[in-house]
């Protein structure tokens, strides 16, 4: 392979060819800065690229053999801008933090960086992650590579993009409500949100605390199992963070699937889907079922009610995390003679529309009244969710649904949405009101774009979710790439 070609090695494939001494890791970070110079000015998919360069940063490993410690070492990555490292600004996507450096690292970036990653730089997201196109963001939107013209999904839609065309092995984002599983959707990568509390969220800057989650993409299931391995550890600085003990998610074998258990939720197909993408979903759950799985209808009641849920729960948390970014202490700081009008000054002008209207609805409902009897409405119905999966799990093994109900739509679709109700995580957002682990997998394609299969497990059943997504991968491969972005097609 030349190295030009390099890129479109998967994170294994690359982390071997580096220890058969193929190609040295100075030969892999050029071959990726290409690529980002070739694609960035079309897609958008970073905020800042890191300085020093990705060939620099690789000469600073040296010519030691390092790899055999991690599948990592030398092997460019791209981290969400709403992950802090103190080393390049933490924006969140909001001229309200524009420049802002953090005094310290995200103990998943910090874990990173100790297996030798190279950071090719900070993704691109919707403002303070609130968004499903990555729209809102305060520095020009991402588009979505296999068609410009349409989004990348959201929050985290700078790594799907970034991942899906090549520009990096991996990239970190986060989940509140699919921010992960949907853009993976749309770009036709793997993405997976862990159980709640497997990684650290210390570090994340904070939309909705009971939900958030730091998760994964990259092209196949096996790097995703890679860089889980790498970060999954207990963190004293994180409270939430599980003690449970390690896995080594690594070694998730693709499961032979005979007399797997595998549940299909109906209502998920009985909601708003569009039939092109419902086909496509059927079509991969019949491959597993050809595969020797086990595959039988399941209800779980109360879905059709987890997106409002989510939003009254989302916008409650963020309006209590957001308080914390007035410009006093740091970040943009607006005018006034008081510090009062000094706070309203800097939040009306470097805070966008959407984060707004997030904060305000969270304001309303945590006041007196009848705001505060929606949000403990609102709890309870999360948990009679919960019980829901508890049932399903009792019968099944794993359950398959479609990742997003529409495949990736058209830039400025959600312009008008001013409520912010896009339907784009009806089937990934009652995930994280349980706080189970999930996985998108690219699963064919509606005319010239990506589906994803979502499955889920139960809480710390990563390794079982990662060995039925692999063997789903291996009976059913996602060509896509060999004809998407990867391979530098553009509209």
Not at 56 to 64: E, I, T, V
Request: include cysteine.
């Amino acid at each position: 392979m030349t190295l030009p070609e390099l890129f479109q090695l998967s994170l294994h494939e690359a982390g071997q060819g580096l220890r058969r001494q193929e190609f040295s890791v100075v030969e892999l970070a050029r071959s990726y800065e290409g690529r980002i110079e070739e694609t960035e000015p079309h897609l958008g998919s970073f905020i800042a690229l890191a300085e020093p360069s990705l060939s620099h940063q690789a000469q600073s490993l040296g010519p030691s053999t390092g790899q055999k410690h991690s599948w990592l070492w030398g092997i460019p990555g791209g981290i969400k801008d709403n992950i802090c490292t103190s080393a390049l600004p933490t924006t969140c996507a909001s001229l309200s933090l524009e420049g802002f450096v953090p005094p310290y690292t995200a103990t998943v970036v910090s874990r990173l960086e100790q297996a030798g990653y190279l950071c090719a730089g900070k993704t691109n997201l919707d403002e303070f992650a609130m968004g499903s196109s990555t729209e809102t963001s305060a520095f020009g939107p991402t588009v979505n590579p296999w068609d410009s013209s349409r989004v990348p999904g959201g929050s985290s839609g700078g790594s799907a993009a970034a991942v899906a065309s090549g520009q990096v092995a991996f990239a970190l984002g986060s989940d509140t409500g699919g921010s992960i599983r949907q853009p993976a959707a749309f770009c036709g990568v793997v993405g997976l949100k862990p159980t709640y509390g497997l990684l650290s969220r210390y570090g994340l800057i904070a939309y909705a605390s009971s939900l958030d989650q730091v998760g994964i993409f990259t092209r196949t299931v096996y790097d995703a199992a890679l860089v889980l391995q790498e970060l999954a550890a207990h963190d004293a600085k994180d409270a939430t963070s599980s003690r449970r003990p390690l896995v080594r998610y690594a070694e998730a074998s693709p499961y032979d699937l005979q007399g797997v258990r595998i549940g299909v939720p109906e209502e998920c197909f009985g909601l708003s889907i569009q039939p092109e993408v419902s086909d496509v979903v059927r079509a991969a759950i019949r491959a597993l079922a050809e595969a020797g799985a086990h595959i039988e209808l399941c209800s779980l009641p109360h879905l059709p009610h987890a997106l409002a849920v989510y939003r009254v729960i989302a916008a409650a948390e963020a309006s209590s995390n957001l308080a914390r970014f007035d410009g006093v202490a740091y970040g943009q700081q607006g005018h006034g003679d008081t510090v009062g009008t000094m706070i309203r000054s800097g939040r009306s002008t470097f805070i966008g529309d959407e984060v707004k209207r997030r904060i305000l609805l969270g304001t309303l409902l945590l006041q007196r009244g009848e705001g505060s009897s929606r949000y403990e409405h609102a709890q309870r119905v999360r948990t009679l969710i919960c019980r829901d999966y508890e049932r399903a799990f009792s019968r099944f093994d794993v359950l398959a649904c479609p990742t997003t109900p529409t495949v990736a739509l058209e830039s400025g679709q959600w312009a008008d949405d001013t409520c912010g109700l896009g339907e784009a995580d009806l089937f990934t957002a009652p995930v994280n009101l349980a706080g189970l682990p999930a996985i998108s997998v690219p699963c064919g394609l509606s005319g010239a774009l990506p589906v994803g299969l979502q499955l889920i497990a139960p809480a710390h059943k990563e390794k079982r979710l990662l060995g039925v997504a692999r063997a789903y991968e291996e009976c059913q491969p996602f060509d896509g790439n060999r004809r998407g972005p990867l391979y530098g097609r553009r509209r």
